[in-house]
């Protein structure tokens, strides 16, 4: 009986001996994950917003690329339509604001022309700048035909000053542009 009896307190050290060796195993791998860093809910709220930014960028994006060859094609007839090829757009621009100060009752000077670098694109902007003489009416109805011009044209700045016999002399800085494709 006495040989059952340390037979049983045998097994009983043992198993204490494992799962005091348990013990000391999850006690290490909780000071483990204490010191592993937490996230507080303040950040998970933030990364839930910041991820539904992503997804609502990523659809945009998605429906962009869908949409860029109808864009693409639409900017071509645009760019056709509306942009002179430059090799006869100088002798057309000038032929056009001549025209335009005559039907307004104006005298022109000479057009200047500052050409810049064509874009990706083949746009090239061309800086303009001219000068007509007359009076206050139809100095008026020179913008009002440059505004409705068949060629497209960006006014950058206008100066209005006196010249000889009380007409009336503006200063006219124009942009336009010019396709070289």
Known sequence: MKRIVLHRNSIVRWGLAVILLADVIL????????????????????????????????ARL???RRELPEDEKQWDEF??????????????ISADLGELSRTAGLHSDAITFNQHNPDARGLMEVEIATAVEGDYDSLIQFLDKLEHSKNFYVLDSLTLASSSAGKLRLNVHLRTYFRTT
């Open 62 to 64: 998605e429906r962009f």
């Open 79 to 92: 760019f056709s339509a509306n942009f002179q090829p430059y090799k006869a757009a100088y002798s057309a």
């Open 27 to 58: 006690a290490g791998l909780n000071l483990q994950l204490d010191r592993s860093p937490h996230v507080q809910p303040t950040d998970l709220n933030r990364l839930a917003l910041l991820e539904k930014s992503y997804r609502a960028d990523n």
